[in-house]
């Protein structure tokens, strides 16, 4: 599998970001803490006195080189030297107060507050201090040997805390082997019951049947002002923080257990985390990941069942029973460990994302009116006498020459479009309108702007769905721009049924154009710029028509996905005309599985220079001719004279250079017709196959 590094500093936290620029080794400025602190700022040698608040965290775990070296100094101890970089600074810079919003009778304390840790701070605890380039067999002995270095080993108060009951409770020793503290209860009894009723002699019986022994990330520390508890707090929550959201069961069962568990699981998991919580994800595939990880949970803990179950020395019918039961649960938890791991992985969560939401609540289609009636909406704010003179003259009577035929006016686009039926027309007069949600198109409406696109503008500003989803039967855009802002999905996403779209400008944010399984899409003279992604992603089974178009600077031009488990399923494609050109990645990209079997094809140059930017001067790639079925002779001329002619022509171009991807489209067929495109200033490349 590709794996994407990235630097510890491009965080995905924009705060993160921020304090980049001006952190020290010393601390991570956070702007949301309530402490002025004074850092020695060793760059320029001087006494910066901070307005920022310090985050705890850094101070805590984060020490000065210089300092640490002093305090080793100065004790003269060199056996004590490596735990020097645990030891809290005795300085103004605590963690402050959690206060709880509990019920009028609650006695219990308040706690730190330590959740709203950065991205960099539990990146840096988790890399440096706790997990370090340890193996997933060795996670829990580098963990204990963290908390031994940083935990005070007894007596401090702390909450424990599970889904039932909150009480206080007393640590008087840690088994750090077993991740466990032992606990008395402080009397009187201090406790919040959720659905339930506890007394002292209900909490001293569950006590006594668990020795006394609770998990170390069930307990809060209680607040104390000294700061003598402040590094507890913090190395609990980090603890806490990596059971709960970054370690999975399965792990220590990978087979492969010579790798760096951070590297692999921990740092791609972490930046998901802060990715979601940031809403840099968009909903339906946040939804899929939650969905895939209980369902890998629920498998996995059947395949421990059943394994549990067989017997090594017994060839019983029964064995041989769950044997093949426990075959069918491992192949089935590592096809939904796969699934997580690309959406885990940045680079993968791009290239092939999510295949659909089934949960997602696509709008139904209204039909046709029961009066039979058809409307033309007239979407505008205010328009000149000339301008509605014009618009009666070309549109409304052409369209309106009907009696069953109605004229609303609207000053919303969106709303225009959610008051449209089967067959209705949506016309929309010059000017900028700003939008708040996507656009679903279920119906076969037409939506038109009535003069130059970059005189019709529809401006989409807030996070949220695509900008425009279609799922009607036959749709058509025209005469339009559309401006995508701060967003997290596709400006337009064809999910089934048919979208034609013609001179149409399309300024992207995220990805572009999605062309999902079983939908088409015809995209004629448009201009689509500015995807962080790819501009057009064709799934396979789809058809999609591109004439005329303009798809540049993007990450890549056009990315079609062949998925493992959809190869008899190739998308049927038309390419005729484009300018795909300045784009970051290739100017066509094919997604593939990684299947060993990579092989270079020798691209023929005895045809000599020609020119490096367009395929205008090739051989017309048409269809192939099925006038004759019958006769399968000619079929399999025609097929090989094709491949032949795509072959030549794919060959003129010098820059095109991954011959993988230009030997899948010459067998598999791909594209119905490739003629007169254009390819200009591609990064990477013309043509280029990924391999997952």
């Not at 993160?16 to 760059?43: P, Q």
């Not at 503290?181 to 002699?201: I, T």
């Not at 708040?436 to 939506?447: R, T």
């Not at 303009?550 to 998925?563: N, R, S, T």
């Amino acid at each position: 599998m590709l794996y994407m590094e990235q630097e510890a500093q491009e965080t995905p936290s924009a705060k993160a970001r921020e304090a980049g620029d001006d952190m020290t080794d010393v601390a991570v400025f956070d702007l949301e803490s309530y402490v002025n602190v004074e850092l020695d700022m060793k760059e320029d040698n001087r006494i910066s006195k901070v307005g920022h608040n310090v985050s705890a965290t850094s101070q805590a775990l984060f020490q000065n080189e210089e300092e640490d070296q002093d305090e080793s100094e100065s004790d003269d101890d060199d056996d004590g030297s490596s735990t020097d970089q645990f030891k809290t600074e005795k300085s103004a810079t605590r963690l402050q107060r959690c206060e709880h919003q509990r019920g009028v009778n609650s006695s219990l304390p308040d706690t730190f507050q330590t959740s709203h840790l950065l991205f960099y701070e539990r990146f840096k605890a988790y890399q440096d201090y706790m997990l370090g380039d340890c193996k997933p067999s060795e996670v829990k002995a580098f963990t204990a040997d963290y908390l031994e270095k940083v935990l005070e080993p007894s007596d401090w108060l702390a909450q424990w805390s599970t889904d039932v009951f909150d009480v206080l409770v007393e640590v008087r020793d840690v088994d750090f082997k077993n991740l466990k503290a032992c606990v008395e209860l402080v009397l009187p009894l201090q406790c919040d019951c959720r659905g339930c009723e506890l007394n002292e002699d209900a909490m001293k019986s569950l006590l006594d049947a668990t020795q006394h022994k609770v998990p170390l990330h069930e307990l809060q520390v209680v607040y104390d002002e000294s700061g003598d508890f402040d590094q507890t707090a913090i190395a609990l929550e980090h603890l806490r923080f990596f059971y709960e959201h970054i370690w999975r069961l399965w792990d220590e069962e990978d087979e492969d257990d010579d790798f760096d568990y951070f590297v692999r699981c921990v740092e791609p998991r972490l930046r998901l985390y802060y990715d979601i919580l940031e809403g840099r994800v968009p909903a339906g595939l946040v939804a899929e990941y939650q969905f895939l990880l209980k369902n890998c949970s629920q498998c996995f803990k059947q395949f421990l069942v059943v394994r549990s179950s067989l017997s090594t020395d017994s060839d019983s019918e029964l064995d041989n029973v769950s044997m093949v039961e426990g075959l069918k649960l491992y192949d089935q938890l590592e096809m939904l460990k796969r699934k997580l791991h690309i959406i885990e992985n940045p680079l993968l969560r791009y290239v092939l994302g999510c295949k659909g939401n089934n949960k997602q609540q696509c709008v139904q289609s209204r039909g046709i009116r029961a009066s039979g009636i058809k409307v033309i909406h007239v979407v505008t704010v205010s328009c000149s006498n000339i301008q509605l003179q014009s618009l009666l003259s070309d549109r409304l009577q052409p369209l309106g020459s009907s009696e069953d035929t109605r004229i609303q006016f609207h000053t919303d686009p969106v709303a225009a479009v959610d008051s449209c039926h089967q067959g209705d027309v949506v016309i929309v007069l010059p000017g900028i309108y700003n939008v708040s949600s996507s656009i679903f198109l279920p119906d076969s409406i037409s939506i038109e702007g009535f003069g130059l696109p970059d005189e019709v503008v529809i401006e989409k500003k807030n996070k949220g769905g695509s900008f425009l989803e279609s799922t009607g039967a036959d749709v058509t855009l025209s005469n339009i721009k559309f401006i995508q802002h701060d967003a997290i999905e596709g400006i337009l996403c064809v999910r089934q049924g048919t979208l034609n779209m013609e001179n149409c400008v399309l300024q992207c944010e995220t990805t572009g154009v999605i062309v999902r399984t079983s939908a088409q899409l015809t995209m004629k003279m448009c201009d689509l710029y500015g995807s962080k992604g790819a501009g057009v992603e064709i799934y396979p089974g789809s058809v999609c028509s591109l004439v005329g178009n303009g798809i540049h600077h993007c990450k890549d031009g056009i990315l079609i996905k062949d998925f493992a488990d959809e190869l008899d399923v190739m998308p049927s494609i038309t390419m005729e005309n484009n300018v795909i050109h300045n784009n970051e990645g290739y100017g066509v990209i094919v997604v593939k599985p990684n299947t060993g079997e990579h092989y270079r094809v020798p691209l023929d140059r005895s045809e000599g220079p020609a020119e490096p930017t367009s395929s205008s001067n090739s051989a017309d790639i048409q269809p192939e001719s099925v006038e004759n079925n019958n006769n399968t002779d000619r079929g399999v001329a025609s097929t090989s004279s094709r491949k032949l002619q795509l072959s030549r022509q794919l060959s003129r171009n010098k820059e095109w250079s991954c011959s993988r991807a230009v030997q899948d489209m010459v067998d598999r067929q791909i594209f119905v017709s490739l003629q007169g495109n254009q390819f200009r200033r591609n990064n990477k490349g013309d043509f280029g196959t990924f391999f997952y």
